[in-house]
């Protein structure tokens, strides 16, 4: 069964930093892997998606990365705002869509 | 992009009653939709798929009879939580595939229902 990790749980930065976060899966055999955006109390947006043949996807200040190899994707934050904090999930999609547990990120103004 | 809607919000009732959840696609087909759970500070977990003119999928675990699952057409799934007890306190959110091929597009999220029960 797949397993996806993030790490780290939790990250607070300073506005204006750049930040990576990490996702990890056991299972290469994806389809492709998605990063979502969850604010508190809130649905999943989608941020990017990265088909299994792509290395990497850009949108604005965002860049994900992914490696099936490795079983590694990373999110890429430039310049971070403290819009931006909220619970960033990833999900790699097999059979189903699974789920990590989220890195929890706050950025201090 | 495509967009879920998801009804109610947030729904408050007593030990014993049943809620039913709502999830549409507004301005897309979808004949296939899933219904997740999620406790707080932890991840998503699926709990069933949806599929339009046939019996929803249910993960290991799930009640059927307890989570009722009704894909009434190509853009309406409902989630009925039957005789909810405190314990099925949670937050419970859809959502459905983009377009095309369900497990290689854009997953679109409702809102989510955070169902509390006395």
């Known amino acids: 069964k797949q397993e996806v990790t993030q790490i780290p749980a939790a990250l607070s930065v300073p506005e204006g930093e750049n930040l990576v976060l990490n996702c990890s899966f056991t299972?290469?055999?994806?389809?492709?892997l998605q990063w979502f955006r969850q604010d508190p109390g809130k649905g999943l947006t989608s941020l990017l998606l990265i088909q299994s043949s792509q290395r990497e996807q850009t949108s604005g200040r965002l860049n994900a990365s992914l490696d099936k190899s490795s079983g590694r994707s990373t999110l890429y934050i430039a310049a971070s705002q403290p819009g931006d904090s909220a619970t960033y999930l990833c999900a790699a999609t097999g059979n189903q869509f699974y789920f990590g547990t989220g890195t929890s990120l706050t950025v201090i103004p | 992009g495509a967009v879920v809607s998801q009804h109610p919000s947030r729904v408050i009732c007593k030990s014993g009653t049943s809620v039913k959840i709502e999830c549409r696609s507004l301005d897309f087909q979808a004949t296939t939709m899933f219904w997740y759970r999620q406790f707080p500070k932890q991840s998503l977990m699926l709990m069933a798929t949806?599929?339009?003119?046939?019996?929803?999928?249910?993960e290991q675990g799930v009640e059927k009879d307890k989570f009722l699952i009704n894909h009434a057409s190509l853009t309406l799934s409902t989630l009925t939580v039957t005789s909810a007890h405190p314990e099925d306190s949670s937050f419970y959110i859809c959502?459905?595939?983009?377009?095309?091929?369900?497990?290689?597009?854009?997953?679109?999220f409702g809102s989510g229902t955070q169902l509390s029960v006395l």
């Open positions: 959502s459905a595939p983009g377009q095309g091929d369900a497990t290689n597009e854009k997953l679109f």
């Open positions: 949806s599929n339009e003119g046939s019996k929803a999928t249910y």
């Open positions: 299972d290469s055999a994806i389809y492709n």
